[in-house]
């Protein structure tokens, strides 16, 4: 097993965490050797952000994203940069409450889901997106377990908020299964 996921959007999404629960969720709960990066432009909130994380079962022997199996897209302007840029045979999930253009791929799924307004009106706080659309990739690609990811988000969410983050990321896991069966359905 080999995946490279590349998470983008903008500063301010919680994109910068949530390389880092999936990163944890990989490699410390089930067992797999991860690498895990992140950029972000200089705005910092409200500007370009991006996190990489790299899964194998085997020696990682470069640690960059060269050909994402999964790009997850929180924003218009991560679709622009980053969304024709998924090799044939993987998933774009991108967040339609934010993105209105969908990218030209050839070979590659598209799934396209509510994430921000999930976490706004179904789970309650906006804030929680991030959480959701962690949820929705695991739902979509089973490339952590459920049960890892659950462990590393409450290992790294804030104390007080470990019932609002399971919320989000059991939606999003609910509707991103919901989405990929929908999907493999002709």
Same mark, same amino acid.
């Given at each position: #097993?080999?995946?490279?996921?590349?998470?983008?959007?903008?500063? $301010?999404?919680?994109?910068?965490?949530? $390389?880092?629960? %999936?990163?944890?969720?990989?490699?410390?709960?089930?067992?797999?050797?991860?690498?895990?990066?992140?950029?972000?432009?200089?705005?910092?909130?409200?500007?370009?952000?991006?996190?990489?994380?790299?899964?194998?079962?085997?020696?990682?022997?470069?640690?960059?994203?060269t050909s994402p199996d999964i790009v997850l897209i929180m924003s218009e302007?991560?679709?622009?940069?980053?969304?024709?840029? !998924?090799? &044939?045979?993987?998933?774009?999930?991108?967040?339609?409450?934010?993105?209105?253009?969908?990218?030209?791929?050839? $070979?590659?799924?598209?799934?396209?889901?509510?994430?921000?307004?999930?976490?706004?009106?179904? !789970?309650?706080?906006? !804030?929680?997106?991030? !959480?959701?659309?962690? $949820?929705?990739?695991?739902?979509?690609?089973?490339?952590?377990?459920?049960?890892? %990811?659950?462990?590393?988000?409450?290992?790294?969410?804030?104390?007080? &908020?470990?019932?609002?983050? #399971?919320?989000?990321?059991?939606?999003?896991?609910?509707?991103?299964?919901?989405?990929?069966?929908?999907?493999?359905?002709?």
């Amino acid at each position: #097993m080999y995946k490279e996921i590349r998470l983008s959007g903008t500063g $301010g999404q919680g994109l910068i965490l949530a $390389g880092i629960i %999936l990163a944890e969720a990989a490699g410390v709960y089930d067992g797999y050797n991860v690498i895990q990066t992140q950029s972000y432009g200089p705005e910092a909130r409200g500007g370009a952000s991006r996190a990489e994380v790299i899964i194998s079962d085997s020696v990682i022997d470069y640690p960059k994203v060269t050909s994402p199996d999964i790009v997850l897209i929180m924003s218009e302007q991560a679709c622009d940069k980053y969304g024709n840029q !998924v090799k &044939t045979g993987g998933i774009v999930l991108l967040d339609d409450t934010n993105v209105d253009s969908r990218p030209v791929l050839d $070979g590659a799924s598209i799934i396209a889901l509510p994430i921000t307004e999930i976490a706004r009106h179904d !789970v309650g706080r906006q !804030v929680v997106a991030n !959480v959701v659309a962690l $949820g929705a990739l695991v739902g979509v690609s089973k490339v952590v377990t459920p049960e890892a %990811l659950e462990k590393a988000v409450l290992s790294r969410v804030p104390k007080g &908020t470990e019932d609002l983050n #399971m919320k989000a990321f059991h939606m999003g896991l609910e509707r991103g299964r919901r989405a990929m069966t929908e999907h493999e359905t002709p």
